[in-house]
């Protein structure tokens, strides 16, 4: 049992908040593999204070799924303290802690400057986080990359850590270099060594025994999984059995079949949309023949019944 400020949590493998993709039936479905943590989709701190419907509907959380963070971006301090306000209000049993993101680096958040842009200015992030710490009892942690164009990870975490935040989360590439070359998992030791508070690690996990090598050669307290559990959830269980040095457990067809099937189910009981379906099922389909075939074909349904259509006349 590991804690983060005052959640004891049951594992240390987390989901990444990704954008289009971690909705409520994803998340559930990553819960049930053997995601200790969860993610909420970035949200918008300016859009909660100005009581968005659509913003406020991604704040929509079921209990097998939890505990949940809420991942908030934005770059004005005051934002956030009433954006946190307005959701422990509202949905005051949704969420166990809140964290920044300070490492999306899409071309939308660079031009509305948060994400990653902010990591320019430490200052202003110590003061978000201050702002954040101060309207919440909730753990409150940060996510971030090692700069924006030049390393200054190691500045912002001094910000982090002057703001007493109960973890630091480090995608160890600079924002300039979106997903391209290779993550720096160095640098996500060095940060171990520099702060206090339990850190994160997230990066180039592709394989369930990356996992196991982050953790050995960084000596991360939590190991955060985004790209590689796209349309594979079953990516979860795999990786706590690395981490634990047990057999690896095949993905199999049938295996894969189960898990898609288990998200249609999810996606019916919580009244998702196509849009929030198609993400998910287009990583389902790497690896399967007539892959770019099938992946056309969801992304052209309408329906999630299409959808289900297509997925059933391929593997059912």
Known sequence: MKNIGSLKLDGELFLAPMADYTNLAFRTLCKEYGAALVYTELISAKALVMKNKKTEAMLKVNKKEKPVFLQLFGSNPEDFGKAIEFVEKK???????????????????????YGCSIMNNPIIIGKILCTMKKQTKKPVTLKMRLGMNDENFLLVAEQAEAAEIDAIALHPRLGNQGYSGKANWAKIAELKEKVSVPVIGNGDIKVPEDVFMMKKETNCDFEMIGRASIGNAFFFKQAECALGRKKIPERTTKEAVKEATKFFELVKEFNLKPNDTRPYLIGFAKGFPHAAELRNKFGLSKTIEEMEAHFSKYFV
Do not use: I
Request: hydrophobic share 35%; proline share 9%; net charge positive.
């Open 91 to 113: 949905f005051p049993e949704n969420f166990a802690g809140y964290d920044l993101n300070c490492g999306c680096a899409v071309p939308k958040a660079l031009k509305g400057k």
